[in-house]
């Protein structure tokens, strides 16, 4: 900031600083070309702050968190962008409904563009956030004091997939209608009250007016506002946890060493220090450790500016090639043969080819709750912050293990079925 | 407030009998309303299929007959004077069942049955439903899709 010279108080001079002003009372901070500068534009902009003003170096490694986080992020903003505008011309009504995917077609100005930008969004999203929970576990990132938030984001993987699949019914297609018909039975195959969460989600018996309304409002409601109060705790976690996961030694002194720091139990804590020195464990680390951070001004600012524009230019790129799908629209008498549901569920259709229980709800089950239960079953600390550390050879050898086996699934179910889902050779 | 001057058990343990008492109260409400959310979102009237539909007099199905009836998702089997109507929605996951002279069969994940509804392949885990069949004063045979009776269950005209 510049020292405050002589304002002019008389209406001419006021009007001649007018734009100044109005720009200086928004933007308190010119941009910055000093060190202090860029604290103080990360520290006071309502937006920056999101970020501390310093980061650790680690956490900009492109190499070590390779984007996907800020690159998941990216898609549900593209999504909720793109979602609210097209909003403006759907009807949720079984009669309406696929009329109006056809006026996107003919009669909405960038319609086709918008629907193929939502579509394939939303298959990015969902392989994005799932690339982005096998970076956090092939690094160790979810161990102590990381558990509760690699909890968050399993629940927010979850919530992607029931967001995705919600959406799957909007377009009142064959694909849509018997995509959702298959999973809400698979629901019906939960124990004890299968058959009561299968009716509340359809409103009725069978998938209708009622199904569409529901999936509609918690597609376009329920579904983002959960999410958004999610990241929003997924973020302030990160901070809290003490940034993203880094390796043991990324602190060590300069000779190599360990670093020592005698700890004050918090009740014999004496001596004055400012509040950002408690911020992190009871003592204060300022000239204590080596500094191996950076300011988030430009450095974290700038690379998530790249992910963000790297991310959406390939979103468009694809959204401009291809264009999302239409099936026929939905013809309750006769299924599609063989009837698909979207890709990201094919791996659990094949799985439920061989028995509904085991396939629908048994083995995911079993999956989701060992994913959020590993923070409290895999207590060793070592071979945090480095990627397939040998320290953590077994676990991430059944990470590894457990993905190609659903990628495996997948690429049978999409490939290898033909109509009754008997065994074809696609080539 | 006025300082606290002598440390009262009772006052201390009243208080937290108080607290206690407010945490449960507002625990309670919260349930309350959750449960009141779960009951508002299970529909009363659903505007769906009828479960009871006529589907035509016995003169409409000849001896022989084996024929789906698409929009009820049934099949109609009659063999001489025993008529039976079996369901078209596929035991595994709900999907449509195609009619053949055989049997059954399902287009989504490939599960078979034969021709009285038994499961002969595929994932499939029970046979299919039959229906009560019964005779309505105008002369038409009567469906009731609530009333599901033993594999078998013939009615008679």
Not at chain 1, 126 to 136: D, E, K, P, T
Not at chain 2, 11 to 34: C, E, M
Not at chain 2, 109 to 129: I, M
Request: net charge positive.
């Amino acid at each position: 900031m510049s020292a405050p010279t002589e304002e002019k108080t008389g209406i001419v001079g006021a009007l001649a600083a007018f734009p100044r002003n109005v720009w200086d009372s928004i933007f308190r901070n010119p941009l910055p070309d000093s060190d202090l500068g860029a604290s103080r534009t990360s520290f006071t902009n309502f937006f920056l702050h999101i970020h501390p003003v310093k980061v650790h170096k680690n956490s900009i490694r492109p190499l070590y968190t390779l984007g996907l986080g800020v690159m998941s992020f990216v898609t549900f903003v593209v999504l909720t962008v793109t979602g609210v505008l097209l909003m403006f011309y759907y009807v949720p009504s079984t009669t309406q409904a696929y009329d109006r995917m056809l006026d996107l077609r003919g009669s909405v100005a960038f319609g086709t563009f918008l629907r193929n930008l939502h579509r394939w969004s939303a298959h990015a999203m969902v392989a994005i956030v799932f690339l982005h929970m096998g970076r956090v576990f092939l690094t160790g990132s979810y161990k102590r004091p990381r558990e509760f938030n690699w909890i968050i984001g399993c629940i927010l993987f979850l919530l992607t997939l029931f967001a995705s699949f919600t959406g799957y019914l909007l377009p009142w297609d064959q694909l849509a209608f018997w995509a959702i018909t298959v999973g809400t039975s698979i629901a019906a195959y939960a124990p004890l009250i299968g058959k009561k969460i299968q009716f509340l989600l359809l409103g009725d018996q069978a998938v209708g007016q009622e199904a569409l309304l529901r999936f509609y409002v918690l597609h376009v409601v329920v579904l983002p506002m959960l999410i958004t109060l999610l990241v929003a705790i997924h973020f302030w976690r990160i901070r809290k946890d003490g940034g993203l996961s880094r390796p043991a030694d990324a602190d060590n002194m300069p000779d190599g060493k360990q670093l020592r720091v005698e700890i004050v139990p918090n009740s014999q804590k004496s001596g004055t220090f400012g509040l950002m020195g408690f911020v992190r464990g009871p003592f204060t680390k300022v000239g204590n450790v080596p500094d191996n951070t950076v300011y988030a001004w430009p450095n974290l600012f700038v690379a998530e500016l790249f992910v963000f524009v790297v991310t959406v230019a390939a979103l468009l790129v694809v959204s401009l090639l291809f264009n999302a799908p239409l099936e026929e629209p939905v013809n309750v008498l006769h299924p599609p043969n063989p009837a698909k549901a979207p890709w990201y569920f094919l791996g659990l259709q094949e799985l439920v080819s061989y028995s509904a229980f085991w396939g629908g709800v048994g083995v995911p089950g079993i999956e989701v709750l060992l994913l959020m239960l590993v923070p409290f079953l895999d207590r060793k600390v070592s071979g945090v912050g480095k990627w397939f550390a040998k320290e953590r050879f077994l676990a991430n050898t059944l990470f590894v293990t457990f993905a190609l086996l659903n990628v495996i699934f997948i690429i049978v179910g999409t490939f290898f079925r033909g109509p009754n889902w008997a065994f074809v050779s696609p080539f | 407030m006025s300082e606290k001057t002598t440390p009262s058990n009772s006052g201390d343990s009243r208080r937290s009998i108080l607290t206690w008492f407010s945490a449960a109260a507002l625990a309670g409400s919260a349930a309350i309303s959750a449960l009141a959310n779960f009951i508002f979102m299970k529909p009363r009237a659903t505007y769906g299929q009828p479960s009871r539909y006529s589907i035509g007099r016995p003169d409409d199905f000849p001896s022989g007959t084996r024929v789906s009836i698409d929009q009820r998702r049934v099949c109609v089997v009659r063999e001489g004077p025993k008529l039976a109507v079996i369901s078209t929605i596929c035991t595994h996951l709900g999907c449509t069942v195609g009619v053949s002279d055989t049997g059954f069969a399902c287009p989504c994940h490939g599960s078979r049955y034969d021709q009285d509804g038994n499961v002969v392949g595929g994932p499939a885990p029970k046979s299919l439903t039959w229906y009560q069949v019964s005779l309505a004063p105008n002369g038409e045979l009567e469906v009731d899709t609530n009333a599901p009776v033993d594999q078998g269950t013939y009615y008679t005209i």
